[in-house]
DNA sequence: ATAATAGTGTCTCTCAGACACTATACC
DNA sequence: GGTATAGTGTCTGAGAGACACTATTAT
């Protein structure tokens, strides 16, 4: 097969394609998308998870997911995962990797597109009592910068006690965090986790959660100011026990150089 | 729904996913991979494309795919594509992005993990002339280095004129473009597409073909030495017109810092 | 010897990190 | 005034770009 690349037995799986094959003739793996929805507070990376109730993995810790429709694009499937499983909507998304490893999903073949979603913990945190089995749970993240591999990542409790995560959600999660802190310089990333005015400080604070590490203070304030993604607004934040840090907004992704 | 997320009718939802559902119940989308075999000749970036014979898109050149089997993993379906189609194997190869728009193939929806794969042109010469419909295609790719978007892209004949590539397979080679010089300066790209031994200069071409801009000469020697990523052989290029230079070797992958 | 490219030494410019200092809020 | 953090000015070291120079091969 080396030495000839076009058999007939190739020839004819092409022509095979090109008729206008009918999907319904073999099986086909399904699809559905599952969406890590990471937000950063308190210094930690968190993501809403979902609590299996039934087997498998019954009692671990799940994406939240859905079936990819017939007529919807993969956008907006995940877009109505968000809405369906966590009531959120119109916030930044963006695909990551797809899944297909035969027997991730024990019950049938699942091919999975995972995606990421980032929001402030600010738009997150009202309605969140309403069911128990759907949690934001810290995420444990190795390695610290944009060389080491993150994962795979598991959950941890508020004792800071292992939630193991269903299926290969860890490796999803470990690849999301590896994701961020690659594109955190030059993607907008951060803001995504803030509110819309945010100091330096909280900026600064959300890229050493990403990352792991801390940051040099004022090679970060030269950095970013210098990037020309973010403009002063003259407003200050107020009643912060301190001298109050003026407040700066995202300008936009725009391009440079 | 935004107010009360947790409604019956994402929990009926759920129920059904976790019961273990039958996928052939209702319509799924089909499953494809497509893979951009790329390889970097003579200062030009070129792709293995196959001409369809076929309406929809007949004329058109495509990418080599093909359906992803029940039981085989995104990466297996992914070498077979290449093994059946270009009769080439054991090559970099490297998940791209999923396409899934409804309509990016009007006869039926068709959603398409998308490869990439590297190759050194002297590896690929052989065997080409015996099917015409595969042809080793130049890439037309707009924007220089890392910031600018490249796609999308389209094919170029030997007299420069525009070869219009299938469905969205124009949007799959920009983004291919877009990750390779993404990848460039901390991924073994380069070394993927030239012999096991090169020189300085057969890596700097590589690197300015995939950029399409020059680099600095001693710049791009100093720092690919301090990589430590490559080890001089002590060998030296033979009967080239001038003083041949030194042949270096691609250590493997390491973590560095 | 000449042509052509390989490879080295050095200067400068830019930028990140480090440190010291001043500024401004609440207590 | 004391305390804590915001924000600025300046020095230093690492690395990229630029340039000049030497080295080595084929003709």
Redesign the interface.
Known sequence: ??????TT??TT???A?????D??Q??????TVDVALVTADGGKLKAVL?Q???HPARGKWALPG???G?????DEAAQRAL???????RIFLE?L??F???DRDP???V?S?AYYALVDPGKLTK?FA??QR?QLIELSAKGT?K??AAGPVHGLDEQGKRLPLAFDHGDILGMVVERLRGKLDYAPIGFELLPKKFTLRQLQDIHETILGRKLNKDSFRRRLIASGRIAATGEHEQAVGHRPAELYRFKGTQ???
């Open positions: 097969m080396a030495k000839k690349p076009f037995a190739s799986d092409e022509q394609f090109l008729a206008g094959y999907a319904s073999f099986p086909h793996p399904s699809l979902v299996r109730e039934q859905t079936f990819v017939i007529r919807e694009s993969l809405q369906t499983k966590v009531g959120i909507s695909q990797y797809t297909g490893q035969p019950r049938t073949r091919v597109v309605g309403a069911d759907t910068g060389g080491q391009q440079r150089h």
